[in-house]
């Protein structure tokens, strides 16, 4: 109730943008819970976040069924770019976000 107002209107708009994306499928919803993390996390010198990072900021979403799938379908679309290592490439390494939320 005290937060700046500007604070107040970006608490309302992430709260309308979660309802939208929840109307539109768990895919959708974690494909921008992903997009908008990414888009908060400050990345390191190269611009790239480390997939054990991102991990551990969304402790509560799947790895398998949620998180991993949700950054494919952010590269295929061209938001992110995902480095991934030689010995498991199924599993990111890093991610760097190209477009920004």
Do not use: W
Request: hydrophobic share 45%; charged share 25%; glycine share 4%.
């Amino acid at each position: 109730m005290r937060a700046d107002p500007a604070y107040q209107r970006a608490s309302v708009y992430v709260a309308n943008y979660a309802a939208s994306l929840r109307k539109h499928g768990t895919e959708a919803y974690a494909e921008g819970v992903v997009h908008f993390a990414l888009s908060r996390i400050r990345p390191d010198a190269d611009g790239f976040v480390s997939f054990a990072r991102l991990r551990d900021i969304l402790c509560d979403v799947s790895v398998s069924g949620l998180l991993v799938p949700a950054l494919d379908r952010l590269e295929k679309a061209g938001i992110v770019n995902i480095e991934r290592i030689p010995e498991a490439p199924s599993l990111p390494n890093r991610v760097q976000l190209r477009i920004p939320l």
